[in-house]
């Protein structure tokens, strides 16, 4: 299962003595607006720090306060365990039977990091559990060895089992993915329309969040106006955003991921909140844009992310966007409120090198000319926002 870097990612563990309980999972809810060893502090412990290959997670330069929801989700309460102290025992049967399961999904897997490759995707069924946690303690990467999607969530989807009469709008499943790299998955066989998105991830309802995660070498459909994404989001409940935080989307040459549009994140009508994360050196490769252009089959936009919708909102604190590349629109950002009702929020942020596309309202950034913005302490491409 493991071999070369994929196999040879040596981070810290997540619980290793010279870590904080935040580092282990302490409570979100300790206090209001914020987590111990979260709130304010304008960061979170993170084991995903100096891998022996591979960019570690999130940015380092990033000093943006982490609201406690956005916090390491606790895993303190015991839940499904995968493995038992051996590398040979981190299965992808036990991985997938475990997510099947719900609730807080961790590792045994022994102390050096171990790579457990899929070759079909691990699914969320709706009825098992409000809640689903999967923390890789910062040893684990899961691999769709280039072949399949890696992580499957769907409250729309009757074979994962309704909840609801409102499967677009409920509030759980709430997953959470942290301290875990997502490497090769392959989400192409799905197709070209929405489907065919989120090369590791695919999300649709209840809620999601990420915290000290890393994307490397994902791909989705090559081409379409409006799929994409390593990560493909849909239908979070009451609109309340993703959270995408200490993590990283590529981050160096090679790593990155690639999509016909967003090749980072990509969703539809779904806010996000981006803090002190990295997206660099993803890929837009469709052609046409969206919709597509006569002759073309669509696509080539968001070389970071790719967000369409109406009253949405993108907001980025603290974090880093270059050498991101598209074919259409926006070799950074292509963030597209329909009804003129979105909002554009840059903060503490850098976003440089990015190439191709046009239709820029700012540099690398696609969107209606009558977005809202709200941009301070930032550079984008050599503009400094006070």
């Given at each position: 299962?493991?071999?070369?870097?994929?196999?040879?990612?040596?981070?810290?563990?997540?619980?290793?003595?010279?870590?904080?309980?935040?580092?282990?999972?302490?409570?979100?809810?300790?206090?209001?607006?914020?987590?111990?060893?979260?709130?304010?502090?304008?960061?979170?412990?993170?084991?995903?720090?100096?891998?022996?290959?591979?960019?570690?997670?999130?940015?380092?330069?990033?000093?943006?306060?982490?609201?406690?929801?956005?916090?390491?989700?606790?895993?303190?309460?015991?839940?499904?365990?995968?493995?038992?102290?051996?590398?040979?025992?981190?299965?992808?049967?036990?991985?997938?039977?475990?997510?099947?399961?719900?609730?807080?999904?961790?590792?045994?897997?022994?102390?050096?990091?171990?790579?457990?490759?899929?070759?079909?995707?691990?699914?969320?069924?709706?009825?098992?559990?409000?809640?689903?946690?999967?923390?890789?303690?910062?040893?684990?990467?899961?691999?769709?060895?280039?072949?399949?999607?890696?992580?499957?969530?769907?409250?729309?989807?009757?074979?994962?089992?309704?909840?609801?009469?409102h499967c677009q709008d409920q509030p759980y499943p709430e997953?959470?993915?942290?301290?875990?790299?997502?490497?090769?998955?392959?989400?192409?066989?799905?197709?070209?329309?929405?489907?065919?998105?989120?090369?590791?991830?695919?999300?649709?309802?209840?809620?999601?969040?990420?915290?000290?995660?890393?994307?490397?070498?994902?791909?989705?459909?090559?081409?379409?106006?409006?799929?994409?994404?390593?990560?493909?989001?849909?239908?979070?409940?009451?609109?309340?955003?993703?959270?995408?935080?200490?993590?990283?989307?590529?981050?160096?040459?090679?790593?990155?991921?690639t999509c016909s549009n967003g090749g980072g994140v990509s969703?539809?009508?779904?806010?996000?909140?981006?803090?002190?994360?990295?997206?660099?050196?993803?890929?837009?490769?469709?052609?046409?844009?969206?919709?597509?252009?006569?002759?073309?089959?669509?696509?080539?936009?968001?070389?970071?992310?790719?967000?369409?919708?109406?009253?949405?909102?993108?907001?980025?604190?603290?974090?880093?966007?270059?050498?991101?590349?598209?074919?259409?629109?926006?070799?950074?950002?292509?963030?597209?409120?329909?009804?003129m009702m979105g909002t554009l929020r840059i903060h503490d942020?850098?976003?440089?090198?990015?190439?191709?596309?046009?239709?820029?309202?700012?540099?690398?950034?696609?969107?209606?000319?009558?977005?809202?913005?709200?941009?301070?302490?930032?550079?984008?491409?050599?503009?400094?926002?006070?």
């Amino acid at each position: 299962m493991t071999s070369g870097w994929r196999g040879s990612l040596r981070a810290l563990g997540a619980c290793a003595a010279a870590l904080t309980l935040a580092a282990c999972g302490s409570p979100e809810d300790e206090a209001p607006g914020g987590s111990a060893g979260h709130s304010g502090s304008g960061s979170i412990e993170n084991p995903l720090t100096n891998p022996e290959d591979g960019p570690p997670a999130g940015n380092p330069d990033g000093g943006c306060a982490v609201p406690g929801e956005a916090g390491l989700a606790d895993t303190s309460t015991p839940g499904h365990l995968v493995g038992d102290g051996t590398a040979a025992s981190c299965t992808a049967r036990e991985f997938i039977d475990a997510v099947a399961l719900g609730g807080v999904v961790t590792f045994d897997c022994g102390d050096d990091p171990v790579t457990i490759t899929l070759t079909e995707p691990a699914k969320i069924y709706n009825k098992a559990s409000d809640r689903v946690v999967i923390d890789g303690g910062g040893k684990v990467s899961l691999s769709g060895g280039g072949s399949t999607r890696i992580l499957y969530m769907n409250t729309c989807d009757e074979a994962l089992g309704w909840t609801t009469d409102h499967c677009q709008d409920q509030p759980y499943p709430e997953l959470t993915l942290q301290n875990v790299t997502f490497v090769d998955g392959n989400s192409k066989a799905d197709g070209e329309d929405q489907e065919g998105g989120g090369g590791a991830v695919w999300a649709r309802g209840g809620r999601i969040k990420l915290v000290n995660t890393r994307f490397f070498s994902n791909v989705c459909a090559d081409a379409g106006p409006d799929v994409g994404g390593a990560l493909r989001v849909f239908s979070q409940s009451d609109h309340q955003p993703v959270y995408v935080v200490n993590s990283t989307f590529g981050g160096a040459e090679g790593y990155g991921n690639t999509c016909s549009n967003g090749g980072g994140v990509s969703s539809i009508d779904v806010s996000w909140t981006i803090i002190n994360s990295v997206f660099s050196y993803n890929h837009a490769i469709g052609n046409g844009g969206n919709p597509a252009e006569s002759g073309t089959p669509g696509g080539g936009s968001g070389g970071a992310i790719y967000n369409d919708g109406n009253t949405i909102t993108l907001s980025i604190c603290g974090s880093l966007i270059e050498h991101n590349d598209v074919k259409a629109y926006g070799s950074a950002i292509f963030f597209v409120s329909n009804n003129m009702m979105g909002t554009l929020r840059i903060h503490d942020s850098t976003i440089v090198n990015n190439t191709g596309g046009g239709w820029n309202v700012l540099p690398g950034i696609s969107m209606h000319d009558t977005t809202v913005q709200d941009i301070g302490n930032s550079t984008i491409e050599d503009m400094t926002f006070p």
